[in-house]
């Protein structure tokens, strides 16, 4: 947008908003500063579809292979037996 494309249109709220109280100005300001932090934080944040197709396996385990991995890998440090008789 050029300068005086942006002068323009500048103008143009001015005269809408020059009217009103001192109290809004202040919370149109505050509204306006936030939304410029929040667009520059959006910027900085991390967008989870840059990592689609990413992760490689060599070969697919299928959700029961990954069940009996994780049940011949646990280890219990007390007797069942002794809970439940």
């Given at each position: 947008m050029n300068a005086?494309?942006?002068?323009?249109?500048?103008?143009n709220y001015w005269n809408l908003l020059k009217h009103i109280s001192k109290e809004v100005k202040v919370a149109l300001i505050s509204k306006l500063s936030a939304s410029l932090i929040?667009?520059?934080?959006?910027k900085d944040s991390v967008d989870?579809?840059?990592f689609s197709g990413i992760w490689s396996d060599e070969e697919y385990v299928d959700s029961e292979q990954i069940a009996q991995q994780v049940?011949?890998?646990r280890n219990f440090n007390r007797d069942i037996?002794?809970?439940w008789p």
């Open positions: 005086i494309a942006i002068e323009r249109e500048t103008n929040a667009e520059d934080d959006a989870a579809s840059q049940k011949s890998l037996n002794r809970l």
